[in-house]
C-alpha cells in the first residue's frame, strides 16, 4: 500500500497520538486525515467527507459506543478496531471491520492487519469483492456464547443457566434477566454487552430495552406504523414492540 487516507476514531489523546506515529511509520505514504474523538464527531465528518482508505476505530468513545456511527451513516471504509476490551468482537465484525486490536496495539499485529487491508484491495480487487472478504472473514470466527450468568441473591451467588432465561430487558438503568419461573435478576452488564455475548440464533434484540428468546412470545399482535407488539411470558409491560426497522429482521430470525 503507498499512499492511503487514515481516519482516527479515539477518545484518548496518547492513543491517537501513537496510532498516528505507528500509522506514518509501517506506512510512510500514510495521511491521517483527522483524529475524532466521539460519535458525534465522527457522524459529521464522514457526512461531508470522501471515505478514507481505513478506519482505526476505538469501541468506547467519549459519547457512547463507536457502533452507533453505524447507525447513523453509511461507512463504507473498511474499519480496523482498537479497544481494550474483548466482549466486542463478534459485534465489530458485523460492521466493515478486517481485524480487531486489543490495547495497547502491538506494532507487529497492526502491520499484519494493514498488509491484510492490502491483500484485499489489491489490483483487480473491486470494493464489493473486498467487502465480501471481509464478510467471510467474519462467518470463519468461531464464537462461544455465554452458557450461564453468576447472580446475587440477598448475601448468597446462584448460577443461572442460559436455557432458564427468556428474556433480558432494562428499566430504571438496570439490566434485568428473566427466567421461565417469571423471576427477575439483576446482572452486572448492559443490553449492549449481552448482545454479543448470548448467541444470536436464541436471542433477538427487538429494540433499546429488550432482547427475547422464542420462547418468551405468548403472542404478537400487528401494531401501528408497520410495528409489531409482543406479548412476553411473566412480563408486565403492555408495551414490548418490535422497533419499524427490526421488523423484517425479526421475521427472518422467527423463520430459520
Known amino acids: 500500500m503507498s499512499a492511503f487516507n487514515v481516519l482516527i476514531i ?21 495521511q491521517v486525515l483527522a483524529t475524532l474523538d466521539s460519535v458525534t464527531q465522527s457522524v459529521g465528518w464522514l457526512r461531508q467527507h470522501p471515505a478514507p482508505d481505513v478506519l482505526l476505530m476505538d469501541i468506547q468513545l467519549a459519547d457512547g459506543l ?5 447507525d447513523q451513516v453509511h461507512v463504507t471504509s473498511p474499519v480496523i478496531f ?18 480487531y486490536l486489543l490495547k495497547p496495539v502491538d506494532e507487529a499485529e497492526l502491520r499484519a ?47 443461572i443457566e442460559i436455557a432458564d432465561i427468556r428474556f433480558f430487558f432494562s428499566q430504571e438503568k438496570a439490566t434485568f434477566a428473566q427466567t421461565a419461573d417469571h423471576r427477575k435478576h439483576v446482572l452486572d452488564y448492559t443490553l449492549d454487552q449481552l ?8 436471542y433477538f434484540r427487538i429494540n433499546r430495552k429488550y432482547l427475547v428468546s422464542v420462547e418468551a412470545i405468548r403472542d404478537m399482535v400487528s401494531h401501528t406504523n408497520s410495528r409489531l407488539k409482543l406479548l412476553l411470558h411473566g412480563s408486565e ?8 426497522e427490526r421488523v423484517q429482521e425479526f421475521r427472518e430470525w422467527l423463520d430459520r
Do not use: W
Open 82 to 99: 482498537t479497544t481494550a476490551y474483548d466482549e466486542y468482537a463478534l459485534r465489530a465484525f458485523k460492521v466493515n471491520s478486517i481485524d
Open 237 to 244: 409491560d403492555p408495551e414490548v414492540i418490535v422497533a419499524r
Open 66 to 70: 463507536s457502533f452507533a456511527i453505524f
Open 195 to 202: 448482545e454479543d455475548l448470548v448467541d444470536p440464533a436464541r
Open 10 to 30: 479515539e477518545d484518548e489523546p496518547q492513543a491517537a497520538d501513537r496510532l498516528g506515529r505507528l500509522i506514518t511509520r509501517l506506512r510512510p505514504g500514510a
Open 113 to 159: 492487519a494493514l498488509d491484510k487491508l492490502l491483500a484485499l484491495r489489491g489490483p483487480g480487487v473491486a470494493p464489493d469483492k473486498m467487502m465480501q472478504s471481509i464478510a467471510d472473514a467474519m462467518r470463519m470466527l468461531s464464537k462461544k456464547y455465554k452458557e450461564r450468568f453468576v447472580i446475587r441473591v440477598g448475601e448468597h451467588l446462584r448460577s
